[in-house]
């Protein structure tokens, strides 16, 4: 059974970082391509970054571009997505997502709520 479990969400002022962290299991985490996906309140799910198998590949979405960095460890199973000099758009609940085919978003964790705020 596929687990992915986020972690590091929060509340943070504007301006500040944040570092999401997502426990996988329950597949061959190294065979799979990974990303993270967010959604606000009312709006759709919005993919905010992806990566490869190894870290060769990655994708940025426009709205964090610069400000993101999305990693992995396979010895651990673990995925991360930092986020720099957040803004109040980014206040969204963020997914962990095993990326399927055609970018599409596959099983995905119970999320883990970030809100940008002063």
């Known amino acids: 059974e596929v687990q992915l479990v986020e972690s590091g969400g929060g509340l943070v002022q504007p301006g500040d970082s944040l570092r999401l962290s997502c426990a996988a299991s329950?597949?061959?985490?190294?065979?799979?391509?990974m990303g993270w996906v967010r959604q606000a309140p009312g709006k759709e799910f919005e993919w905010v970054s992806r990566i490869g198998t190894s870290d060769t590949y990655t994708y940025y979405a426009d709205s964090v571009k610069g400000r993101a960095t999305i990693s992995r460890n396979n010895a651990q199973n673990q995925l991360y997505l930092q986020l720099g000099s957040a803004q109040p758009e980014d206040t969204a609940t963020y997914y962990c997502t095993i990326v399927r085919p055609n970018a599409n978003m596959g099983e995905r964790g119970q999320g883990t709520q970030v809100t940008v705020s002063s």
């Open positions: 329950g597949f061959p985490f190294y065979k799979e391509a």
